[in-house]
């Protein structure tokens, strides 16, 4: 059984200040759904995001930006390959990039671009249990984007996914667990109502994404983001009547959350 | 004349309990505009959204999902041709689906997309009054997406349309008509600031494909998802400032609404 | 040094009037990211929106619509045949257009998209300092959409863009200047919580659209449009927690703010 260690508010703290101080600016590549809430997420938490994905730009902009974020929620063909080019630009740059494998084990044909894109080294894969199971080769996937397991479930699959890929791997759930296959690290609390938001799940990736472009200790630094965005949560579901003001008061809370209030 | 009925509170209840209880899977096919507050209207409801717009897996998911709705909002070439095979692969299967003829009349190009799939068998077509009535032969349809007419003028042109193409055809305005050319239901109420939210017609129109897809009586509970957005809309539009706070208040509202609410 | 007078509020008025009267149908050709909150400003602000991007029709819909709107944010090939072949017919035709070069002088795919788009003969071209110094040929452009300068140094800038293309040019930021190279004014207020919110400058440039789509006088329609656009982001600000709060509540003082309430 895998060791696992809350992740200090102390290094909340200080992985958020980071992001606050250097304000990188993410290069995101994601699904059709999710692109504002994701663009908000990173305004909010003091990132910068970036969405290029022209055929002539989006390799070149790996070069400009300080992370990358690749989300797989509505590949077709031509925007696949410009997450791949994009991937392997950041790989042969060493510009830390994240994978979020959306409804892996749902469909063939996007689980081949999901594995293809595995391939080329994201630095952190972040997914549900039913994903991060898939992928490890335990269970059959999820039902569309909709996550069957409690992350408990897949901490073991995490693991060894991390272990297998030399990545780190975030599977999200009530819990989080945050790995690299050797330390392992949870965030808990988050309110529910965040899941009938959309966008939520997906603009953590990219979150994560600034957060580890933000310092060399990467693992603690996306455990950091999940804890931050668990507390958001926590806040926003306090100050709000359903999944329409949670969202507002989600961004409200991302926002006026500040370093200091996770050293308590 | 049609007679008309209204849909009862206790359908409206009805139906309603039954997207909470089977949380349908929906495979849409929308525009670009509106695919974020389609989802969460979804989500606030009851059901599960997925966006699914791939060449190697939109048809394939249809056998996955419960329903489908396609909204020809924004199309363009290669989307068009994940909405023609996602049509016939629903009509092939047998899972219920909808059609959504955003600004029929005013494109010709458009209309000739629509007219396409309107032939491959929607169970429902969705569309205000300038739509409807074009689609039926009357009128010369709307200036882009706002409708020029009321909807008790489009009644007649919505049971015939109904008629023609063997589908349960929606009509929504002040009043909504909901047909399948022998019966008629009406569902009334609501509040104009809805219609200064972008994407609530189109999501209403994925959501009747959520409360279809959840029983065999299709005309009735088609009739109970507009019932219910009526009254969504009503609570919102007591709880908000402008467009911006309805907007919040809506999805607040759809999730907050439980099934008894209408017994009364 | 240009001489710089304030828009005054009964010109603001005025203008606003005309667009609630009119209610201008805006063809928007926009970017993945800011489709939902572009169509909610117009709609919030008593202009239609139509995001019309089909190959067979976008060039026909410059034929309907009161003016277009273009903004190259997230370019790719498909759709910038769209932007080219809609901003030639609106020349064409004699429809008021308005080009929102984002992040112009990142990226050299772009910025050649971005050079040819201006020769078609942009009505308003609308940006940050960045930008427009970087399309007059100072300064190196911005890192992202970011904007890395005030608008008071772009304002030169503005004034010889504004000369060498015959158009307005509007530079943006903590005072809004709009030029036609020779009577130049300025909108001050507003407030920073707007930076935070994706796509509030990208829908004040097709705002615009509609404010210069209602009237000849487009110089001060397109600075009454800024200086409205300042009030509803102040009397937002005051509503609002953070930028979640503020989104909503700047639609809805897009709404509520009326034209007496700038004669005053």
């Given at each position: 059984m895998t060791a696992v260690q809350f992740i200090p508010g102390s290094s909340v703290a200080e992985y958020l200040s980071l992001v606050r101080r250097k304000n990188p600016l993410i290069h995101c590549v994601t699904n059709e759904v999710v692109q504002e809430i994701t663009a908000n997420v990173l305004l909010a938490a003091g990132a910068s995001p970036a969405m290029v994905v022209g055929e002539g730009e989006a390799e070149d902009f790996v070069g400009i930006c300080d992370g990358l974020s690749i989300n797989v929620g509505t590949p077709f063909s031509m925007r696949v390959q410009i997450m791949k080019a994009a991937a392997r630009k950041a790989r042969e740059l060493g510009k830390p990039w994240i994978l979020?494998?959306?409804?892996?084990?749902?469909l063939v044909w996007r689980d081949k671009i999901i594995f293809e894109l595995m391939r080329t080294g994201p630095d952190v894969i972040r997914g549900n249990a039913s994903e991060i199971k898939f992928l490890a080769?335990?269970?059959?996937?999820?039902?569309?984007?909709?996550?069957?397991?409690?992350s408990d479930s897949a901490l073991q699959a995490a693991v060894e996914l991390a272990e297998h890929y030399s990545s780190i791997v975030v599977v999200t759930g009530r819990t989080d667990y945050i790995t690299d296959g050797t330390t392992t690290y949870s965030a808990e609390g988050g309110n529910?109502?965040?899941?009938?938001?959309?966008g939520t799940g997906c603009s953590l990736s990219t979150l994560i994404a600034a957060f580890i472009s933000s310092t060399d200790s990467k693992l603690e630094a996306a455990a950091a983001c999940c804890a931050y965005v668990k507390k958001a949560s926590e806040k926003a579901a306090s100050d709000s009547k359903g999944p329409g003001s949670f969202h507002a008061a989600y961004l409200d809370a991302l926002y006026n959350l500040k370093p200091e209030d996770f050293n308590a």
């Open positions: 979020d494998p959306v409804a892996a084990g749902a080769g335990q269970g059959s996937g999820g039902k569309g984007v909709d996550s069957m397991d409690s529910p109502l965040i899941t009938k938001v959309v």
